[in-house]
């Protein structure tokens, strides 16, 4: 089948909140078993390349009919968006052909408990109005949230954060070479002084796990090592090594500091989803606290008895 390509608006995974299971999987085993073996990993390969790309709507577009009635592809792609993680990651030519079935089965189904009126039983009409009340307030909150968290937003946040570790420190990248003993670091460092390389000592030498990068241990703050470490690396300038070794529970360590900078914040790709995370539970907290805001809420515990809030 044609490879996809859908409009930017709809190809967005949406924000999703936990109200409730949107249209549970019927026979989810079921459906799983009939996947290829290349579809259980999660970097399965397409087996064909795509022929064109082709825009189209999933909300508009039909992938079936049931007795004259249409299937939409959105609600494949719902479907699909409720499957463990590592079959949503599936090549789609894998995974589309069980869904489409599940979709139609569950068509039928559906009809056959209509016609056994099972729609009018009243443990059925309890969970189908509460269904309604999940849906409905996951829809009001997803669209709060959608509202209220953009780029223009989260980037505005980010710029805010980023002012505000405007001091956050100094950070050094170093290597090490760690030994079992300190006369075997004090060997060490007399090579050192007659001019050894360092990098080259720590792959022969080392027994930390940075011994096969050259004892690289990239940029790092104070926080981020134990404290003998750290006050040792930080009293260096870019250049030096350290004369004396230094004991942690690790061992012994030779540490040379190569390179000393203000730290750097991450990329405004690199904080997004957490910043995401963070304003939607902001906005959420704040539109129930407005909504429990002047209305009179009781509270009962299991026999019935009120409970005394605080």
Request: aromatic fraction near 6%.
């Amino acid at each position: 089948m044609k490879h996809l390509r859908f409009r930017s608006a709809l190809c967005v995974p949406a924000l999703r909140f936990s109200l409730t299971a949107l249209l549970p999987i019927l026979a989810l085993s079921a459906i799983l078993s009939a996947f290829p073996a290349a579809a259980q990993t999660t970097n399965a390969a397409p087996q064909t390349k795509p022929a064109e790309q082709v825009a189209i709507d999933p909300a508009t577009t039909v992938v079936a009919t049931v007795g004259g009635e249409p299937i939409f592809l959105s609600e494949i792609l719902q479907q699909i968006q409720q499957l463990p993680q590592q079959y949503q990651q599936a090549p789609m030519e894998q995974i589309y052909p069980p869904m489409l079935d599940r979709a139609i089965d569950s068509r039928l189904i559906a009809e056959a408990a209509r016609k056994a009126g099972i729609q009018d039983r009243d443990e059925v009409k309890v969970r189908v109005k509460q269904a309604e009340t999940d849906i409905i307030s996951e829809v009001y909150m997803t669209d709060i949230v959608k509202d209220a968290v953009d780029e223009d937003a989260l980037r505005k946040r980010y710029e805010e954060t980023i002012k505000g570790d405007a001091d956050a420190g100094e950070e050094v990248k170093a290597r090490h070479i760690l030994v079992a003993n300190e006369d075997d670091a004090k060997a060490i460092i007399e090579e050192l002084k007659k001019g050894a390389d360092f990098a080259k000592l720590a792959e022969e030498k080392s027994t930390g796990p940075s011994g096969s990068s050259g004892g690289d241990l990239g940029y790092f703050t104070a926080d981020a090592m134990v404290p003998a470490f750290s006050e040792a690396a930080f009293a260096m300038k870019a250049g030096e090594f350290t004369e004396v070794p230094v004991k942690t529970q690790f061992g012994w360590h030779i540490i040379k500091v190569e390179d000393r900078r203000a730290v750097q914040p991450p990329s405004f790709e690199q904080v997004q989803p957490q910043l995401a995370q963070d304003m939607t539970r902001e906005i959420l907290t704040k539109a129930v606290e407005e909504l429990r805001s002047g209305v009179d809420i009781k509270r009962f515990g299991p026999d019935g008895s009120e409970l005394q809030t605080k």
